[in-house]
C-alpha cells in the first residue's frame, strides 16, 4: 500500500491521572448505580501516577473480586464502585475486567478490538487493571496498577473515522492471550498462536464514524507494555472507504500506565485512492489460513459469534482455527444488497459497525479475523459472492488498478472469477505474473460468468497454493462513481468453494487525455450560435439501452451519461410495467431521459410500423405510434424515435410525401409531451438518401403549426452502408452537411459498408477486431471530421448517442467470445479513448 510517512518518532510520555477520582469516574451526567450484592463496597481508584489519562467506566464491565465476577457501578460522587462478600482474612484481590481474565490460565485476554470513548478518555474495559486491598471494615480504597500502556493518536481531518489500527511494525503481540504475574505485576508479551500484531480501535458505531473537531481529536489505545524496538505502524480507515498509513520508527517504549502520544497526524488519504477496505473492524473469529484461533463473542471455541451481536461487543471468548467471528451474513436474498436483504442472518448494526452495511453483495460471507470469507465453509450449500460497493465520485472515468490478497481454502476445488460490475477489463497480474487478458487467446478469463459484457479473471484453484495468501492487481479502463467489484467461486456447492481476501484497494492510474481540458455541454435541444468556438467542446456520451434493463439508469450517469436513451419494448403488452419501472429508477439515479427508441418493425411483423406506407397500413402506423408517444409522456423525453420505413419487403406504396404526412401527425402527439419526432434515416428505401429525408422532414413541419419541430436522428453506419452501396466516394460526413441542422439525435455506430449485402454492424467506432473485417468509418479516417461539422456547421449539442450490438467472434476456451461489446463502460472507453481523441486531433490540425 502507499502510505503516508512520518519519519519523526513518538514525542513524549504523558503522563497518567488518577483515574476514577471524583468527577474522573462516570461521564458527566452518569446517575448512581449501586453494586449488587456483597458486604464489603471497594472503590476503584487507579494508581496515582502521571497525570493526562482518564478513564471511562461506562458500559457496565465486571470485576473480579476474590474470584468472583461483580457488576461494576457508582457512587453518589461518580466514583466506581464493586460490591465484595465479606472476606474471612480481609485480604481483597481485584482483577478488572472480569471478562478479560481467565483464572485457569492465569491470563488475561487483550481484545482484538477496543471502542472509542469520548473527550480523549480510554475505555477502561480495554486496559486490564490488578490491585488488592485488606481491611476489615465494610468499604475500602483498592488500587489498581494498569498493566497495559496507552498510545494516543491526535488526528485531525475532514472525515468520518471508521477505524484505528495499531501495529507493532516487528510483529510482536499486541491483543489476544497474556499470562499475568501478580507478583510483578505485569503481563507478558508472548507468542501464543491466537495473538496477534495489531489492535483495533473501532470507531465506525452504526455507520457515522467519528468526526475529528476542527483542532483534532485524540484516538487512545490500550496496547501492551515494553519495548516497540522496529516502533508502530498506525493505519486509519473512514466510512466512505479511505485509508491512510502512517510508519512510526522506534525505538519505542511503552511504560505500563504510560502515555506515548504520537505527533499530530492529518487524516488525508491520496486522491488516487478511490476505495479501501482493509476489513480492520472485521477482528473476531479466528486465522483460518494460518491455521491458528481467535477471539470472539459466544460460548465455545467452535461456535460463531451470535447473530444476535451488535458487533460493539468485546472479544474475550476463544474461537478454534476454524470458527468465524460471525453467522453467515446472506442466507438466501441474491438479489439483495445487505441493507434490503429480508433474511440477513445477523443484525444490521453489526454491518454498519464493521463496515459491511453498504456491500452490494454479501452472500454466504462471514467474518474471519481480519479478513472476509465468500463461501459457506464446511457446508458447500452455496457459493459465496461478494461485491463491493459502488465507487463514490471520482470526478471522470479514469483507469484504475483493483488490488487484493486472496486465500483459496485448502482443497480448494472451485476457480474463483474477480470483475469488475463496470468497467474494461485492461491486464491483470497474480503474484507478479501476468494472466492473458486477451479475449481471443485468454484461457484464465471468462465472458460467460456475468454475461458477456463482463469479462472475469478466472483465479485457477490448480495454478494457487490454497490456504496461502496471493496478490492479485487488475487494471481496468472506465473506472467511475457506481463502478463496483465482484468476487465469486464458479462452482456453486457441493465442492470446496470458500475463499478469504484482504486489503482492497482501487487506486486511479491515470486520467484520459481530454481530462480537464475540455468543456462539457450540457445536453439541450437549442441549436447553437454559428461561429461558435468549439475546439475544445465535448458533448456527454449516451447510449441506447433496454428500457428495462436496471444498468440503464444504475451505472450510466457514472460515465457522464446523465441523459440516456432507452428502447421501447416491441410487445405493448409490457409496456405499462416497463415504463412505471422506468419512472422508479430515474428518480433513484438522477438521471434523465433525452431520446425514447420507439420499436421497429420487421418483414415478419405486420406492416403497421412503416410511416412510408399508403392507405390502412400509413393510418395503422401512425395509430401504433401515437399511443407509444403518449405512454412514454411520464418519462419526458426531450425527443421520440421512429424510422422511416418498416422494410422494402412489403413492396409498393412507399413515398416520401406518406413520410412527411405521418410526421406531420405524430409531431402533434408528442407536441403532447413536449417532445421532438426524430425520424431515423435507413441503409435502404425511402428515408436512406440525406437530401430525401431532409426535404421530408421539412414539408412534416410546414404541414403544420408545431410547438415543437419534426428533426432527423442520424444513423452512422445506415448512411455509410447506403452511401458505399448507392453514392460511392461520398461519406457520412458529406451525409451529415446536407442535413445540417436538422439533427435532433443520433445512433454512433460503425460498420464496413457494403460488401454484396447489408453488413448493419453496430461496431464500435474505429473497431479493428477479429471478425475479419474493419469499421469502414474509422478506417476512413472520418471520425474527427465528422464530429467538428456535427458542432461547428450542425450546431448540436445534445449527446452522442452510441448505439452498439454485441458481437461473437469465435470460441475460446470452450465458450464464445466477443471483442465489439456494448455496455456503458466499453462505449465510454471508446469515447474517452478512441473517438473524442479523433475529434481533439482533427481540431488542432484547423
Request: hydrophobic fraction near 40%; charge should be negative.
Amino acid at each position: 500500500m502507499l502510505a503516508i510517512r512520518h519519519t519523526v518518532c513518538v514525542l513524549l510520555v504523558l503522563p497518567l491521572l488518577l483515574g476514577g477520582c471524583g468527577g474522573d469516574g462516570a461521564d458527566d451526567g452518569d446517575e448512581p448505580r449501586p453494586p449488587a450484592g456483597g458486604g464489603v463496597i471497594l472503590r476503584l481508584k487507579v494508581a496515582a501516577g502521571e497525570s493526562g489519562m482518564r478513564w471511562d467506566w461506562s458500559g457496565e464491565p465486571r470485576a473480579l473480586v476474590n474470584g468472583v465476577a461483580r457488576t461494576v457501578g457508582f457512587d453518589a460522587d461518580g466514583v466506581p464502585v464493586v460490591g465484595a462478600d465479606v472476606s474471612a482474612d480481609g485480604l481483597y484481590t481485584v482483577h478488572f475486567p472480569a471478562d478479560a481474565y481467565s483464572r485457569a490460565k492465569r491470563a488475561f485476554v487483550l481484545p482484538p478490538a477496543q471502542f472509542p470513548v469520548s473527550g480523549g478518555s480510554l475505555q477502561a474495559a480495554a486496559c486490564p487493571m490488578y490491585g488488592t486491598v485488606r481491611t476489615t471494615g465494610d468499604a475500602a480504597d483498592v488500587t489498581l496498577s494498569p498493566l497495559c500502556g496507552v498510545v494516543r493518536i491526535p488526528l485531525a481531518g475532514d472525515a468520518h473515522i471508521a477505524s484505528v489500527r495499531v501495529e507493532d511494525r516487528s510483529g510482536g503481540a499486541v491483543s489476544g492471550l497474556f499470562p499475568f504475574d501478580p507478583a510483578t505485576p505485569e503481563i507478558v508479551r508472548n507468542g501464543n498462536s491466537g495473538n496477534l500484531p495489531w489492535v483495533v480501535l473501532d470507531c465506525a458505531g452504526t455507520g457515522g464514524g467519528v468526526r475529528p473537531a476542527a483542532s483534532g481529536t485524540e484516538f487512545c489505545v490500550a496496547v501492551p507494555a515494553g519495548y516497540y524496538a522496529s516502533g508502530l505502524s498506525v493505519r486509519v480507515t473512514d466510512c466512505a472507504h479511505r485509508s491512510a498509513t502512517w510508519e512510526i520508527p522506534g525505538p519505542c517504549a511503552v511504560a505500563a500506565g504510560g502515555v506515548k502520544t504520537l505527533v499530530p497526524l492529518n487524516y488525508a488519504p491520496g486522491e488516487d485512492l478511490l476505495f479501501a477496505e482493509h476489513f480492520d473492524n472485521c477482528v473476531w473469529g479466528c486465522d483460518y489460513a494460518a491455521e491458528t484461533g481467535g477471539y470472539g463473542v459466544g460460548a465455545g471455541s467452535s461456535v460463531p459469534s451470535p447473530a444476535t451481536s451488535a458487533g460493539t461487543e468485546a472479544a474475550y471468548v476463544a474461537k478454534g482455527a476454524g470458527t468465524p467471528g460471525s453467522a453467515l451474513f446472506e442466507t438466501s436474498d441474491y438479489n439483495s444488497a445487505p441493507a434490503a436483504s429480508a433474511t440477513l442472518a445477523v443484525r444490521r448494526d453489526y454491518l454498519r459497525n464493521r463496515g459491511l452495511y453498504d456491500w452490494q453483495r454479501l452472500f454466504y460471507a462471514a467474518e474471519y479475523r481480519g479478513c472476509l470469507c465468500g463461501g459457506d465453509v464446511g457446508g458447500y450449500g452455496n457459493r459465496g459472492i461478494l461485491v463491493t460497493p459502488r465507487m463514490a465520485a471520482a470526478g471522470e472515468p479514469c483507469c484504475a488498478e483493483l488490488s487484493f490478497r486472496i486465500c483459496l481454502e485448502r482443497g480448494m476445488e472451485s476457480d474463483v472469477a474477480c470483475m469488475a460490475e463496470s468497467g474494461v477489463l485492461l491486464g491483470c497480474e497474480v503474484d507478479g505474473m501476468p494472466v492473458d487478458v486477451d479475449v481471443a487467446t485468454g484461457t484464465d478469463i471468462s465472458q460467460s460468468v456475468q454475461g458477456v459484457t463482463r469479462t472475469a479473471v478466472l483465479l485457477r484453484a490448480a495454478k494457487l497454493t490454497s490456504g496461502v495468501w496471493h496478490q492479485v492487481r487488475m487494471s481496468f479502463g472506465a473506472v467511475a462513481a457506481g463502478s463496483a467489484f465482484r468476487f465469486m467461486p464458479t462452482v456453486i456447492r457441493d465442492v470446496k468453494n470458500c475463499f478469504w481476501i484482504d486489503d482492497v484497494e482501487v487506486r486511479r492510474t491515470g486520467r484520459y487525455a481530454h481530462a480537464g481540458d475540455c468543456v462539457t455541454v450540457e445536453p439541450t435541444t437549442e441549436r447553437a450560435a454559428a461561429g461558435e468556438d468549439v475546439s475544445r467542446l465535448r458533448l456527454r456520451p449516451s447510449a441506447v439501452l433496454s428500457m428495462a434493463n436496471e444498468t440503464t439508469y444504475t451505472v450510466t450517469p457514472g460515465y457522464g451519461m446523465t441523459w440516456i436513451c432507452p428502447s421501447l419494448s416491441s410487445d405493448e403488452s409490457v409496456w405499462t410495467r416497463d415504463i412505471a419501472f422506468a419512472e422508479k429508477q430515474l428518480a433513484a439515479n438522477g438521471c434523465k431521459v433525452w431520446c425514447i427508441h420507439l420499436p421497429y418493425g420487421s418483414t415478419t411483423a405486420a406492416r403497421n410500423r412503416d410511416l412510408c406506407a399508403a392507405g390502412a397500413d400509413r393510418a395503422a402506423s401512425v395509430a401504433f405510434f401515437t399511443r407509444a408517444i403518449r405512454a412514454v409522456a411520464p418519462l419526458k423525453p426531450k425527443n421520440v424515435l421512429v424510422h422511416c420505413n418498416q422494410t422494402l419487403a412489403f413492396g409498393d406504396g412507399s413515398s416520401a410525401a406518406s413520410l412527411a404526412l405521418s410526421l406531420h401527425e405524430l409531431q402533434t402527439v408528442a407536441d403532447e409531451i413536449g417532445a421532438h419526432v426524430c425520424v431515423e434515416n435507413m441503409s435502404y428505401g425511402v428515408g436512406a438518401d440525406a437530401a430525401v429525408l431532409a426535404a421530408a422532414v421539412d414539408e412534416a413541419n410546414a404541414l403544420g403549426s408545431h410547438r415543437y419541430e419534426v428533426r432527423i436522428a442520424f444513423d452512422t453506419g445506415h448512411a455509410n452502408l447506403y452511401l458505399t452501396r448507392e453514392q460511392p466516394g461520398k461519406t457520412v460526413v458529406d451525409w451529415l452537411r446536407t442535413a445540417g441542422a436538422r439533427i435532433g439525435q443520433l445512433h454512433i455506430h460503425g460498420n464496413r459498408g457494403w460488401n454484396g449485402r447489408i453488413n448493419d454492424d453496430h461496431l464500435m467506432p474505429g473497431y479493428a477486431g477479429r471478425l475479419g473485417y474493419a469499421d469502414a468509418i474509422g478506417r476512413a479516417g472520418l471520425w474527427g471530421e465528422f464530429y467538428h461539422t456535427l458542432l461547428a456547421e450542425c450546431r448540436y449539442r445534445g449527446p452522442f448517442t452510441y448505439e452498439i450490438s454485441t458481437r461473437t467472434f469465435g470460441t475460446v476456451a470452450g465458450e464464445e467470445r466477443s471483442d465489439n461489446v456494448s455496455a456503458p463502460w466499453t462505449i465510454a472507453h471508446n469515447y474517452d479513448t478512441y473517438l473524442y481523441p479523433a475529434f481533439r486531433e482533427y481540431a488542432n490540425r484547423k
